[in-house]
């Protein structure tokens, strides 16, 4: 307790150490002007000002037209104005037996050629998967799939997609009051499914959208596409001025089940749910008294130059010809590095003077005495950010940054819950769990969010946010039935699951 708040006292000085300083100044300097009387400003101005105005005023004229351009040439505010996540219809819910008998159906319907296990053993891996998963009861599969015998066509695919795209919007332009007609940018990301035309032109034609929109289609960058979208999406705020810019971000799930035996590419089938959302940014002035946040921070890492992390989460062909995504044993060590890099880049631009004075000092002692100092000064993060919305990749994920951050468990709540209701909606994930953060009433005016995800490739891609106001829950927040049974003890959950895929399939 006292180092704790020893530790507390030694931010608190080092983070007013300013205004320390300046109030006793300032409180000298009124003194001294309380005692002056007319006849002393008369006689600073004669003996000084009067023989230096050739210095002055040219000094006084380079500080004016600084302040200026200052203020004409610094990027413009970027605004979130709103957003929505898609709640898919109740019909579509997956219980963790439900998704076996989906995993066993769409085998069935498509057996691979060279089998390497039989029926029994590739359930039991898969059930051992979704016991440890994180994955509750509620979570969402796609139409296609459910029916019997699945539907795993192109046409189903698109389906998917459209119905979550298009529902996104829907509920983001009921919201907000926007006619499409005002996007000026329109930015969407889906990693494994891009059709042709592309989703973004689906989105302009779906909803009549302006024929000189800035268009972008993003695909095949993973689970942290949706943090990559917002950061191109504010480098063209930055660009084109007054104007709104929509960005999209989903994953489809009916394309790219994987039916084989190769069980690094039988993991993806257990985590990943349909899931999307829609972000309405701006950079209108008079859009801040409405918007929810700014954006404060963007800082994007990528690691693929080293061939482990380009090669640890990679899409292909199994020994049968069954097309799958393949999960490495790497991927734990290059997701730590990753994140490790992004961190340092992001810490100097948000972490208090106290926080960097520390890590300063045990760098530079680590340097000086290698074999008395072990370890880097971990900064405490939670100086600078109140709310965490880690990649809702999965339960060993959250753990990994839960302990590498040093967060409690309330810090990663919104993220474990999100797995729980939701499970992994990729690149969307993040605005589930923003979403959380709002429903439980925790957004206070000032706070900031930093949201984390991860991707293939390998990325690790970072987005802060700083809250406007109080922010409650948006219309039609997917948490609106049931953020009051959250958090869940997810143990207790895994054990219950267990039982009941035990006797589904016995």
Partial sequence: MTSVNAKLLYHYVITNFFNLCFFPLTAIVAGKAYRLTIDDLHNLYYSYLQHNLITIAPLFAFTVFGSVLYIVTRPKPVYLVEYSCYLPPTHCRSSISKVMDIFYEVRKADPPRNGTCDDSSWLEFLRKIQERSGLGDETHGPEGL????????????????????????????????????DIGILVVNSSMF?????????????????SNVRSFNLGG????????????????????????????STENITYNIYAG?????????CLFRVGGAAILL??????????????????????????????????????????????????????????KKNIATLGPLILPLSEKL?????????KLFKDKVKHYYVPDFKLAIDHFCIHAGGRAVIDVLEKNLGLAPIDVEASRSTLHRFGNTSSSSI???????????????????????????????????????????????PWEHCIDRYPVNIDSESVKSETRVQNGRS
């Fill in 431 to 477: 605005w589930y769990e923003l979403a959380y953060i709002e429903a439980k009433g925790r957004m206070k005016k000032g706070n900031k969010v930093w949201q984390i995800a991860l991707g293939s490739g390998f990325k690790c891609n970072s987005a802060v946010w700083m809250a406007l106001s109080n922010v409650k829950a948006s219309t039609n927040s």
């Fill in 261 to 269: 035996d190769n069980r690094s590419m039988m993991v993806s089938n």
């Fill in 194 to 210: 891009n059709p042709t035309p592309s989703l973004s032109a689906m989105v302009v034609n779906t909803f009549k959208l302006r």
């Fill in 146 to 181: 459910l029916q019997v015998p699945p539907r795993k066509t192109f046409a189903a695919a698109r389906e998917e997609t459209e119905k979550v795209i298009i529902g996104a919007l829907e509920n983001l332009f009921k919201n907000t009051k926007v006619n499409p007609k």
């Fill in 221 to 248: 960058m993973g689970c942290s596409a949706g943090v990559i979208a917002i950061d191109l999406a504010k480098d063209l705020l930055h660009v084109h001025k007054n104007t709104y810019a929509l960005v999209v």
């Fill in 358 to 366: 520390l890590f300063f000092v045990t760098f530079m002692a680590k």
């Fill in 282 to 339: 701006s950079n209108k002035p008079r859009d801040r008294r409405r918007s929810k946040y700014e954006l404060v921070h963007t800082v994007r890492t990528h690691t693929g130059a080293d061939d482990k992390s380009f090669r640890c989460v990679q899409q292909g062909d199994d020994e049968s010809g069954k097309t799958g995504v393949s999960l490495s044993k790497d991927i734990t060590d290059v997701a730590g590095r990753t994140v």
